[in-house]
């Protein structure tokens, strides 16, 4: 038996324990597993398949990142080819990847994605291809599963900068926005300002109207707390208003969202006439070792996923249903993305405990 994995999409803090759990279960089956690197690139001669060993996976756990690099560019299916104008247009790579998977001599595929690599996986199955997906994202929003690796780590760098940005907003009497990641999902801002105790917390699944986040500013600074902290999601958005993005996108490559703590924090300003300050928090929450939260669920997920492929699993994908790992269709999965159900009792409990999120 000869296995190959892959870690596509946005890196996320745990996509180390996977590869190593996985590989480690493969090769104590007397399986032999190859590293698909970049993606699918790898697979589309844009990149290297590399034999992973015992050696290879050695002291990688605790890291952050993926030893088999990854590409959130590069979807077989809509492939970008640069034209001699510098235009882009896509063409379709996926018989190819297919093909070269077949000369590798690759029985079975490990594909650790989010929902854009996951459904690339479910097509390839479609066609023919035998892989049993793994889901990853910081943002939490894949279905089926209670939630993905990289996720707790992502609320806890969220966590301590909100921390710290408590001291200096209430030295300085300020409002502080900070952004955080999520895409269209509410998750991190939600649990980071829940459990970091922000006093507004704006999340796409709730529209916000900049006169009611003020109100809560003023009420609390009428009550002597003379700052606030903001915590919203890169994918906020006010009642009838549109979601934030920053730049262009490149083709075979997701809009950027984001950019949108700072006009809030400038709204904010203006209309309270307190002093405000914005900050990102970007890129950091992707980054750094993984929680032991994170590294036992990707240890768990990697071991699920060989069983998965001995299991003939093939278009699942591991999911937590605690307190069990079980394989979900993808499917069944990617029908409809995970969102913030704005009447689940962590919503509740922050309006409860006097949060407002800005309706
Ligand atoms: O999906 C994970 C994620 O980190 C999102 O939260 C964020 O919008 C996006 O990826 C950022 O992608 P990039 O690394 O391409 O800027």
Redesign the pocket.
């Known amino acids: 038996m000869r296995i190959a994995i892959s870690t596509g999409?946005?890196d996320?803090p745990g996509l180390n324990a996977v590869i190593r759990a996985a590989v480690l279960s493969a090769i104590n089956r007397g399986w032999e597993v190859l590293g698909v690197r970049r993606g699918f690139a790898g697979l589309l001669g844009e990149d290297e398949v590399v034999p992973l060993t015992k050696e290879s996976v050695r002291g990688i756990a605790h890291m952050g990142g993926t030893i088999l690099r990854t590409t959130?560019r590069g979807n077989p299916f809509h492939y970008p080819v640069k034209r001699a104008d510098g235009t882009y247009s896509e063409i379709d790579r996926s018989d190819e990847l297919i093909e070269n998977a077949r000369r590798f001599g690759i029985d079975a595929l490990i594909s650790i994605g989010?929902d854009g690599s996951l459904e690339i996986a479910q097509r390839l199955c479609d066609k023919g291809m035998r892989i049993v997906g793994v889901p990853k994202?910081?943002?939490n929003d894949v279905s089926g599963t209670i939630t993905t690796f990289g996720f707790d780590t992502a609320v806890n760098t969220a966590l301590e900068a909100i921390d710290k940005l408590h001291t200096t907003a209430e030295s300085h009497s300020r409002v502080i926005v900070m952004e955080v990641?999520?895409?269209h999902a509410g998750f991190?801002a939600l649990h980071s300002g829940l459990a970091g105790t922000a006093d507004v917390i704006l999340i796409p699944e709730i529209p916000y109207d900049i006169e009611k986040v003020c109100e809560k500013v003023m009420a609390r600074d009428r009550a002597g707390r003379h700052f606030s902290i903001v915590v919203c999601a890169?994918g906020a958005f006010p009642k009838g208003g549109e979601i934030s993005t920053m730049g262009l996108s490149l083709p075979g490559?997701?809009h950027?969202?984001?950019g949108i703590c700072d006009s809030i924090a400038r709204q904010i300003g203006d209309i309270t006439g307190k002093e405000t300050r914005s900050l990102v928090l970007g890129?950091l929450?992707?980054g750094g070792q993984p929680t032991g939260y994170d590294r036992l669920l990707a240890t768990r997920f990697g071991g699920a996923a060989v069983r998965g492929i001995e299991l003939e699993k093939w278009a699942h994908m591991v999911a937590l249903q605690s307190p069990h790992v079980v394989y979900v269709p993808l499917v069944e999965a990617l029908r409809e993305p995970k969102r913030v159900d704005p009447d689940h009792d962590v919503v509740r409990t922050a309006r409860e405990t006097g949060i407002s999120f800005g309706d």
Do not use: S
Request: glycine share 24%; net charge positive; proline share 0%.
């Open positions: 999409g946005g996320a959130n989010g994202t910081i943002d990641m999520g895409r991190i890169e490559q997701a950027r969202v984001g890129h929450q992707r």
